[in-house]
């Protein structure tokens, strides 16, 4: 019985560089990133800045309604300064005391003088006591008074400046240079300490946060080169490095985290959009190179077929790196060598002794 051929192609066996790589899947996040939000509650009177605008640090960002807090600073400045003129006044009357209480001990030393060579009464002797006695009274009190009214001083300055800060924090600011990439609130709103009005993110360092199964987790470490490739721009790769690696693994997928800097962004990205990182773990110049898809099996091993005298002939081979399209044939074949392979979806499968015909 006449068994018809089947149409294979012929293939060269090549000599060049393999790139080994470990991909995983992840999203784009910021390294440095803030949620802006008041430290007070109240009415946002103006937004500032939109999503996709550079800040810079310390630029205003958002204003919130201060009318009720700016009364508030003028009231508490109205009573430090009250509280100052109280501090003066009762510096004059401590004064005072204390030229009042000069005169009581000058009087009371001369006529206790003048008691002890009878040139005077003790009942004069007793009413410079009980002078003296009251103009001690009246300095102490003078004293006591002072210190109150400077502690009321302190008081008044320290409310001013709690009504200061207040005032402040109705302006908030960027904490540092980066890009609004989201805006949440329009002037009119109110809102409370910790409700998101903006994101701000640092493009300093933005990586992907990439799934990487943990079987490849000993090929790994931080400084490896990497290229992204972004869904938004499937034919392009981007340049990167991996950044960190994850110390924990997910307990179902079997996954952890490596972060893989990107030196250079799409022109148009978003943080969270899904990428695939590819991490280069081994790189060799000069070997023999064979196309992934060309690599049959047979009882679990590695092999190609050949064409001799009309029929395809198993070789097996013995493969080394895997790269992105290409795998390296450690031992069974050299550069030069003819290999066959089936193509087209309808063409069958071929075996041992099966008759091919190379068009």
């Not at 007070?40 to 201060?66: A, C, F, N, P, T």
């Not at 805006?183 to 300490?193: A, E, F, H, L």
């Amino acid at each position: 019985m006449f068994l018809k051929s089947i149409p294979v192609r012929e293939h060269l066996v090549t000599c060049g560089e393999i790139v080994a790589e470990v991909m995983g899947t992840g999203t784009l996040e910021a390294r440095r990133q803030a949620v802006i939000s008041p430290e007070i509650s109240g009415r946002i009177v103006e937004v500032h800045v939109d999503q996709g605008d550079r800040v810079e640090s310390g630029q205003e960002l958002l204003q919130l309604d201060d009318e009720n807090l700016r009364r508030q600073v003028e009231v508490s400045e109205s009573n430090l300064a009250a509280a100052r003129a109280g501090v003066e006044r009762q510096n004059a009357d401590r004064l005072r005391a204390q030229a009042v209480l000069d005169q009581a001990s000058i009087d009371y030393i001369r006529v206790k003088d003048l008691t002890a060579q009878n040139a005077a009464s003790s009942l004069e002797l007793d009413k410079a006591t009980e002078a003296l006695r009251v103009a001690e009274a009246d300095f102490s009190r003078t004293e006591a008074a002072l210190v109150e009214a400077e502690k009321q001083v302190i008081a008044a300055e320290k409310t001013l400046e709690y009504h200061r800060a207040r005032l402040a924090d109705t302006v908030v600011t960027a904490p540092f240079d980066g890009l609004i990439v989201r805006r949440d609130r329009d002037p009119g709103d109110v809102i409370v300490p910790g409700s998101s009005v903006l994101l701000l993110v640092s493009t300093d360092e933005l990586w992907i946060s990439a799934w990487v199964d943990e079987t490849e987790m000993d090929r790994l470490s931080p400084g490896q080169p990497a290229r992204v490739v972004f869904r938004s721009q499937p034919g392009e790769s981007f340049a990167g490095e991996v950044a960190r690696l994850g110390r924990e693994a997910d307990r179902e997928t079997r996954e952890f985290l490596v972060d893989v800097w990107v030196h250079k962004l799409p022109t148009n990205w978003a943080v969270g959009q899904r990428a695939e990182a590819y991490i280069e773990v081994a790189r060799k110049p000069d070997v023999t190179l064979l196309p992934a898809h060309m690599v049959s099996r047979r009882e679990g091993k590695p092999g190609v077929f050949a064409a001799l005298n009309g029929k395809a002939k198993w070789q097996n081979i013995k493969l080394g790196l895997r790269g992105r399209k290409d795998v390296e044939v450690a031992e069974g074949l050299a550069t030069g060598d003819a290999i066959i392979f089936v193509y087209g979806p309808k063409t069958p499968p071929i075996a041992p002794g099966t008759r091919v015909t190379i068009p």
